[in-house]
């Protein structure tokens, strides 16, 4: 997730006080039908249309700056985490990975070994659970930020995923179970011409001077890439692959904040974010034509020739401080049935923090945000 404005993003919707938020009389239209399982997903948790199907993120653990508890009360991941995402109707799960703060004192190019095992019990255990796993990397503020020692920062990207497919050899994590996602939203000194040649070097690194690792008689390790400036859908169209990059071996991710103002109404690390308390997401045509047209220019550009990859909208979701659960709802809803009905795998963003599904403390779902992202049964209703 990003923690800065996203200057690609539309934006709509009234802003208000902070301390005299009141929520007006408009009410949602969505349509009940965005609340049941339009797209026949249930029965396989969408794995019958997509190899991702419907997952979470594990998000605000291993991404935080220094310790796994750090951003989330002290809280740690756990097996039955997995067993109760999985339980819910999930398939998959996104796991962010902040590595760069995890190096030997001594050296900065080596994931330290203790954290490295962390990361594989995390794994196996959410495997155990049959759940898919992504694991990323997420926060490499030095690559983003240190232009200055740009080339530096670049090999020590290469030098974690040299250490990563090491530790996770394809004869023990099969390719349709453990997905590489080599970079979180690349931004700032990672921009569209940097971005594209780091994933020549990065699929080459993984791809081929790690064939006998990363590759099996069954396939190759299948890789999931996304677009430059935060990984929002305007920089698709300039997304260059390698022609190694197939629909087998390739998933293609976006993420989907928009409208911005509405999802990240009064985040704390959003400069200005105060002054968007209030804002609606009420389904009105205006608001579906937005996220409609981001939709399509991901369709528009699948369509073409020597593509046909799965799209995973690897991020998307509301900050739930002060949005009404009846516009978070909708929203989700409204996001995840139109993925559905593209044939799109999603990772809603996240299990357990300020955008979170479910509620540790009190050890249960929310339910207005479940019962946007896993649906009714058509006939239940």
Same mark, same amino acid.
């Given at each position: 997730m990003s923690i800065?404005?996203?200057?690609?993003?539309?934006?709509?919707?009234?802003?208000?006080?902070i301390n005299n938020f009141k929520l007006s009389d408009q009410s949602v239209v969505l349509e009940k039908s965005y609340y049941t399982d339009m797209y026949h997903w249930n029965e396989s948790k969408g794995l019958s249309s997509t190899l991702l199907g419907r997952g979470i993120n594990m998000g605000n653990y291993l991404e935080s700056p220094t310790y796994e508890g750090e951003w989330n009360s002290n809280l740690t991941i756990k097996a039955s985490d997995f067993r109760n995402i999985s339980q819910s109707g999930f398939s998959s799960v996104r796991i962010p990975i902040r590595?760069? !703060?995890?190096?030997?004192? @001594?050296?900065?190019? #080596? %994931?330290?070994?203790?954290?490295? @095992?962390?990361?594989?019990?995390?794994?196996?255990?959410? %495997? +155990?659970?049959?759940?898919?796993?992504i694991i990323n990397t997420h926060h490499f503020n030095e690559l983003f930020y240190d232009d200055r020692d740009y080339s530096y920062q670049r090999s020590r990207l290469l030098n974690f995923w040299q250490q990563i497919s090491n530790r996770f050899p394809i004869s023990q994590y099969g390719e349709d179970q453990l997905i590489f996602e080599f970079l979180n939203e690349p931004h700032e000194d990672v921009g569209v011409r940097e971005w594209n040649s *780091?994933?020549?070097?990065?699929?080459?690194?993984?791809? =081929?001077? =790690? !064939?006998? #690792?990363? =590759?099996? !008689?069954?396939? +190759? $390790?299948? /890789?999931? %890439?996304?677009?430059?400036?935060?990984?929002?859908?305007?920089? *698709?169209?300039?997304? $260059?692959l390698p022609r190694a990059a197939n629909p087998k071996n390739t998933i293609i991710t976006v993420h989907f904040y928009e409208p911005f103002k509405f999802t990240h109404q009064g985040a704390s690390w959003v400069e200005g974010a105060?002054?968007? /308390?209030? #804002? $609606?997401?009420?389904?009105? +045509?205006? +608001?579906?034509?937005?996220?409609l047209d981001y939709l399509n220019v991901v369709d528009k550009w699948n369509a073409a020739?020597?593509?046909? &990859?799965?799209?995973?909208?690897?991020?998307?979701? /509301?900050?739930?401080?002060?949005?009404?659960?009846?516009?978070?709802?909708?929203? #989700?809803? &409204? %996001?995840?049935r139109e993925a559905e009905k593209r044939g799109y795998s999603w990772n809603y963003w996240e299990y357990s923090s300020g955008f979170g599904a479910y509620d540790p403390h009190f050890k249960q779902w929310r339910k207005a945000l479940l019962g946007g992202l896993i649906p009714e049964d058509v006939d239940s209703l």
């Open positions: 800065a404005a996203f200057s690609l993003f539309a934006v709509a919707g009234c802003g208000s006080d590595w760069s !703060a995890h190096t030997l004192p @001594s050296d900065p190019n #080596t %994931i330290d070994d203790a954290f490295m @095992s962390r990361v594989q019990e995390v794994v196996d255990q959410a %495997i +155990q659970e049959n759940l898919k796993v *780091l994933v020549v070097e990065l699929t080459n690194l993984v791809w =081929n001077k =790690n !064939a006998k #690792t990363q =590759n099996n !008689a069954l396939g +190759q $390790r299948k /890789v999931m %890439i996304g677009t430059a400036d935060w990984g929002g859908v305007a920089k *698709l169209p300039y997304l $260059r105060d002054a968007w /308390v209030g #804002t $609606r997401w009420l389904a009105t +045509q205006p +608001q579906r034509k937005v996220l020739p020597n593509r046909g &990859f799965e799209i995973n909208i690897g991020e998307f979701g /509301v900050y739930s401080q002060y949005a009404p659960p009846e516009d978070q709802q909708a929203w #989700t809803a &409204f %996001i995840t």
